[in-house]
């Protein structure tokens, strides 16, 4: 049966959209998946059997299977996390600063979790007084809904407490329980559907921040960590929870506690890069601290007994910028400021959650391309770095490789920055290296170089590895992300192409040997870019691919495409349906036959949240009856998560 979808008063045929089973339970709809699962492994898996095999023992034999991570100091006791070989998942433990002792806290290798064939902890906490107290959400299923448990470290007896949360411990509302008497209450609930909610805590540890955001405006809303009366929870709810300033559509701040009062980063008055302003209390009026820099994204910042610091983005490169306080008059000493250096010129930093705010202790994570991670504690005052830890890779040389960041020219004559990789010895430069290019390129995303284990396979058998820092990510900043989404998300596309054929012009490689790849949104560029340029490549790859667009955009009752609105348009607007229509790959696969596809490989997931299974399902099922030339059969596969 062909189903007819009518929007905007006008008809849609839609002759896949019988695989769409909400309950997934429609024998008919699960046998053709389970045909698909067996296709794949007849036409994919098996015949590629032994490179499959050399492939996983290449990746095992680069791994440390017994390994920790770096403890986190919290009052007098150190936190970690380890494996251990043979096991799967990650322990978590703790010790008394003096003592080489360590206590398991939380074990998802244990027996009582064995029943779960999926496991994933979402977040992590430890009571305050360190007593015997945790908080974990744990998702059990795989589809990213997550139970939020308490477990009692002493008599390790566990209850839950909520469920259907997301990663974190909050949704859209935030409960407060008496653990003892098991009393609930709503402190905060958001009602807009385009909203969510979380809690973080400020660096100073004074204040606990609420959170409310979409993507375009954000509100905050503050609570004193350290008042007594937080334990009355109606007291709390009525005196104790402050909005810092009220929202306004599209205006994004984020508040942070310093010595001389609340610092904020807003983008108020269009200032899309963002600018920093010093708030000497939570209703007062903000002054600027910095000048506005177009060029310069401040993507965020941290806070620590002297200094502030200023995460600062530009060229697809984050600079960190250590600035001292004037504590006498509320300032910031600019005339002392300095940039973090770094080893690299291209290189991938981010900031640890758990910083030690008093003395002055900046730990952060660095790698790039060809640098493994390590873990750096720097000091702010002194300078000096300490190496923390460093990831050993087995078999791997830096020196053996080469990075470059090189610039392809867009449509329009911008720089698309492409940060790319490649052995030494195995570069030709003569257009016979075969090629993988990634990209993304939405909701403002970065794709940083930094260290990707898996690629040290391509690089040794010849590929040159490419990120393609396109448009509608914010590798560049603001100004960037905006010029990729709403009705200039054609950048995002034509800017993969320019880099596709800069590539190509260069001789890194040819079509025959170009591959691509992109993963959900991601996915969508894959799919818009093969309809628009298939010649360009000899294989793609769509992770849970974003195909469908017209279709699930104009449904309300699929989860978060309500919230999708602020990235993509709301498509009950003829303008934006009708540019939403013009490059949704499931709408504009061409249907002739003098048009060859590469080879593709699509993978789906059946509970995926985010992209719906059908989407990538129907997609290959219109493929494959479509008139293109297809360079080898295609296939799907949802149990095992891929589709050929």
């Not at 929870?233 to 909005?243: G, N, R, S, Y």
């Not at 910042?301 to 984050?318: C, H, P």
């Not at 992209?611 to 009856?625: D, G, N």
Request: proline share 3%.
């Amino acid at each position: 049966m062909i189903y007819s979808h009518v929007y905007h008063g006008e008809t849609f045929k839609d002759s896949y959209q019988w695989l769409r089973d909400d309950s997934r339970q429609n024998k008919d709809v699960l046998s053709y998946l389970d045909c698909e699962n067996d296709y794949t492994r007849q036409n994919l898996v098996d015949p590629l059997k032994e490179l499959k095999n050399t492939l996983y023992k290449e990746f095992v034999s680069r791994m440390q299977e017994d390994d920790q991570d770096v403890p986190v100091l919290k009052d007098n006791f150190l936190y970690f996390k380890k494996v251990e070989k043979g096991k799967q998942y990650q322990i978590y433990c703790r010790r008394l600063v003096d003592s080489k002792e360590e206590r398991v806290l939380l074990d998802l290798n244990d027996e009582e979790f064995k029943k779960h064939s999926f496991l994933n902890v979402g977040s992590y906490s430890v009571s305050v007084d360190h007593k015997k107290i945790i908080a974990y959400s744990l998702d059990t299923f795989g589809g990213e809904s997550y139970k939020v448990r308490i477990k009692d470290t002493t008599t390790n007896e566990e209850k839950e407490i909520a469920d259907n949360s997301y990663y974190s411990l909050t949704c859209y509302k935030i409960m407060m329980q008496n653990i003892k008497t098991g009393e609930n209450c709503v402190v905060y609930e958001e009602t807009d559907p385009k909203f969510s909610v979380g809690l973080s805590k400020s660096d100073d540890k004074k204040y606990i921040f609420l959170h409310s955001q979409s993507s375009l405006t954000r509100e905050v809303r503050i609570i004193d960590a350290n008042d007594p009366r937080k334990g009355n929870i109606e007291k709390l709810i009525a005196e104790d929870v402050m909005c810092f300033r009220q929202r306004e559509v599209n205006h994004r701040y984020y508040i942070q506690s310093s010595p001389i009062g609340f610092l904020v980063l807003s983008n108020k008055e269009n200032k899309e890069n963002f600018q920093l302003y010093l708030a000497p209390n939570a209703n007062s009026s903000w002054i600027e601290l910095l000048p506005y820099d177009k060029d310069v994204y401040l993507e965020d910042f941290r806070i620590f007994k002297d200094y502030l610091l200023l995460f600062e983005r530009s060229s697809a490169t984050v600079k960190v910028r250590v600035i001292p306080f004037l504590f006498e008059s509320s300032q910031l000493d600019i005339a002392n400021s300095y940039y973090i250096e770094m080893e690299d010129e291209i290189y991938s930093v981010s900031d640890h959650k758990e910083q030690q705010f008093e003395n002055n202790i900046f730990r952060f994570s660095y790698s790039s391309l060809i640098q493994p991670e390590k873990v750096i504690d720097f000091n702010l005052k002194t300078r000096d770095k300490i190496i923390k830890k460093e990831r050993i890779v087995n078999g791997f040389s830096k020196s053996d490789y080469c990075v470059k960041r090189l610039y392809a020219k867009g449509h329009d004559d911008v720089n698309i920055p492409l940060s790319l990789v490649y052995k030494k010895a195995l570069f030709k430069g003569d257009g016979t290296n075969p090629c993988l290019l990634y990209g993304y390129g939405s909701y403002g995303i970065c794709i940083d170089p930094s260290f990707r284990s898996n690629w040290i396979s391509y690089l040794d058998r010849g590929f040159v590895c490419v990120i393609a820092h396109i448009r509608g990510g914010g590798d560049c900043g603001r100004s960037w992300y905006n010029n990729g989404k709403f009705l200039s998300k054609k950048n995002t596309f034509k800017d993969f192409i320019s880099s596709a054929e800069f590539l190509l012009d260069n001789k890194f490689t040819s079509p025959a040997k170009l591959a691509i790849e992109g993963r959900s949104a991601g996915g969508l560029l894959i799919g818009a870019v093969l309809n628009e340029r298939p010649e360009l490549f000899t294989a793609a790859v769509a992770g849970v691919p974003f195909v469908d667009v017209i279709n699930t955009m104009m449904d309300e009752s699929i989860p978060l495409t309500i919230n999708e609105y602020e990235e993509w348009g709301n498509p009950n607007d003829k303008t934006f349906f009708d540019y939403m229509l013009s490059y949704s790959p499931y709408n504009n696969i061409p249907d002739d036959e003098n048009i060859s596809f590469p080879n593709l490989l699509v993978t789906a997931g059946l509970h995926d949240p985010r992209v719906q299974y059908w989407e990538p399902t129907k997609y290959v099922a219109k493929l494959r009856a479509s008139k293109i030339k297809k360079k080898v059969k295609t296939g799907v596969n949802s149990k095992l998560g891929a589709l050929s």
